[in-house]
């Protein structure tokens, strides 16, 4: 079979894996936020918290528990690093450096996972399952609860304000509450889905255990030919599950998904990229049964599906079709591919990653060709809207299905609306706001870190490769990755130093919170809103042509914010 084809039979199957899951899943995530009645379970966990998980939210006291928990979840990391050298488990591991136990607790807490450090030679079993693990859970399931606060201000009041979010219905203005939003994404959906899949990998080959470093056999190559090779064991497979599960992308070893200890075969590969796509779009048929019309959640999935396919067909056309001699002798672009998946399995997984703020790699992205790793790049500065990060991917094509509809609405000189409500100046104004958080931080770190003699010395490849396109193009892709909670490098970068673990760290928070702030204040404003009836000039967002629509916008704002830094980057790297 050629490598094409086994890529294109992958596709395949991974497509009708995704349909089968569709409907179930994304009606489960509606019922789960709608219904009524908590779990025992969760009864306990409101106490042990002190949450009222009855009381109805405004956005300003929503955004606040966000804050709060998160806040709380930073210094509880920062704390468990710095303290690893006294804890049981540690595996004789010193305690985290303050600027990296800063970044690598900002990098989990807001599902990044951006790991300036190797996992097996830095951090002890406490650290990987009491701090990590249970961030991975967390931090997606506070996506997954202010895209569903978002969903909320579309959908109240209409004929579906009398679905609850907790005991009581909705009135106008609030938009649920972030605890109990909060607990039943981890109880009712995560930790479910999460227990079925570690049981599969462990099926599989992952490994799941407490055992320290020991050695695996001598080493029959290289400059330390005749030494002992080691290794360490660890719950490497539930973590492995929430890691994809909820797009977070932070591996228990330095080689993250290309470890046959994390991914042991073709099988689990494909497994992983299935878990990292199911729930972001699923969640679209979630956004559909919210606010009445299962159409909606179709034309956000077509829009999705048209980017997520399209960057999958240029990405294994890239990989491998590019020119060059030695690439046409081995087939494609081999160098930095896991051989045991090869070009298409790697392509597939990369825009998977890339697309969603995952953050996982089964290959080295700095080995793709320089098209290549410029549709990495591309992929998350559309926003990774396609379908994006657990619950973040959702708000973020809403936003601009906000944006596209303003455009629209000015085109035939009609108030814009969407879902009913209109989209007036402070919509705009919040959604504009949303927009520019993050190419502020990527472009301004960029630019910072070109002119400091220290950070241009981490560009490990630059005098490697001449002219520096590919150097510039690691730090792009370190402050893009950041800012868009992603957490994959081009790991040329040495970023393991004061500069880019402080810069990286707050373009973490940075980019995860601020677009927070304006989501819940845009979800807010819209559930204050009576819906206004349709009428013959009302924008059918349902269709075809509206879901065009919105792909073109984002092609197009994407484009004109970021082409300057790409052509600097991979288009010249790409060219020369």
């Not at 995704?18 to 009606?27: H, K, S, V």
């Not at 599950?241 to 991914?263: M, R």
């Not at 909606?296 to 048209?306: E, H």
Request: proline share 5%; hydrophobic share 50%; net charge neutral.
């Amino acid at each position: 079979m050629s490598p094409v084809l086994a890529g294109v039979l992958q596709l395949t199957a991974l497509v009708a894996a995704l349909a089968l899951a569709y409907r179930p899943l994304g009606d489960h995530m509606a019922a789960v936020y709608s219904s009524p009645r908590h779990l025992r379970v969760e009864k306990v966990l409101y106490r042990c918290i002190g949450a009222d998980p009855d009381a109805r939210m405004r956005w300003p006291a929503y955004l606040r528990g966000v804050l709060a928990f998160s806040v709380a979840g930073v210094v509880f990391l920062y704390l468990l690093q710095r303290l690893q050298g006294g804890l049981p488990l540690s595996l004789g591991f010193a305690s985290i450096s303050p600027d990296q136990a800063f970044n690598t607790a900002a990098s989990f807490v807001t599902n990044t996972n951006w790991q300036s450090y190797s996992g097996e030679q830095a951090m002890g079993h406490v650290v990987q399952t009491a701090g990590l693990a249970v961030q991975n859970f967390v931090s997606a399931a506070t996506g997954m609860a202010v895209a569903i606060a978002l969903i909320r201000g579309f959908a109240i009041p209409r004929a579906l304000d009398s679905a609850r979010a907790g005991g009581t219905p909705l009135r106008t203005g609030e938009i649920g509450n972030f605890w109990a939003d909060l607990v039943r994404g981890t109880v009712r959906v995560l930790i479910p889905i999460a227990v079925v899949g570690a049981v599969v990998l462990v099926a599989c080959g992952a490994i799941q255990n407490f055992s320290g470093i020991h050695d695996v056999g001598q080493l029959l190559h290289g400059p330390a030919m005749g030494g002992h090779q080691q290794a360490n064991g660890g719950a490497v497979a539930s973590q492995e599950v929430i890691k994809e599960l909820g797009t977070n992308g932070g591996g228990y070893f330095n080689a993250n998904s290309a470890h046959p200890f994390e991914n042991p075969d073709a099988f689990t590969n494909l497994f992983e990229i299935f878990l990292i796509l199911v729930i972001p779009f699923a969640l679209t048929r979630t956004f559909g049964r919210l606010v009445g019309n299962v159409r909606q959640g179709y034309a956000v999935l077509a829009t999705m599906g048209i980017i997520w396919l399209g960057f999958t067909a240029l990405m294994m056309w890239t990989e491998f079709a590019h020119g060059g001699p030695a690439l046409q002798a081995a087939g494609a672009a081999m160098e930095g591919k896991e051989t045991r998946f090869g070009v298409g399995s790697s392509a597939l997984f990369s825009v998977a990653t890339t697309l969603t703020s995952t953050g996982a790699v089964d290959s080295f992205h700095s080995s793709f060709t320089a098209f290549g790793g410029g549709l990495q790049l591309l992929g998350m500065m559309l926003g990774e809207i396609a379908p994006g990060g657990v619950g973040s991917g959702l708000y973020g094509m809403l936003v601009m299905a906000v944006i596209a509809v303003f455009i629209a609405g000015l085109m035939v000189g009609r108030t814009p609306e969407y879902l009913g409500k209109k989209i007036g100046t402070r919509e705009i104004k919040l959604a504009a706001c949303y927009l520019l958080v993050t190419p502020t931080l990527v472009l301004g770190f960029t630019a910072a870190s070109m002119v400091l003699p220290d950070a241009l010395g981490s560009m490990l490849n630059t005098k490697a490769l001449g002219a520096g396109s590919h150097g510039f193009s690691e730090v792009l892709y370190a402050f893009t990755s950041g800012a868009n909670n992603n957490g994959s490098a081009f790991a040329g970068l040495d970023a393991n130093t004061p500069w880019y673990n402080t810069t990286i760290g707050l373009a973490m928070l940075l980019g995860r919170f601020l677009p927070m702030v304006f989501v819940l204040a845009l979800a807010g404003s819209l559930a204050e809103q009576q819906p206004v009836p349709e009428t013959a000039g009302t924008l059918r967002t349902e269709k075809p042509l509206f879901a065009g629509l919105l792909v073109g916008t984002l092609l197009i704002i994407t484009g004109l914010t970021y082409f300057p830094a790409l052509a600097l980057g991979p288009l010249a790297e790409g060219l020369s």
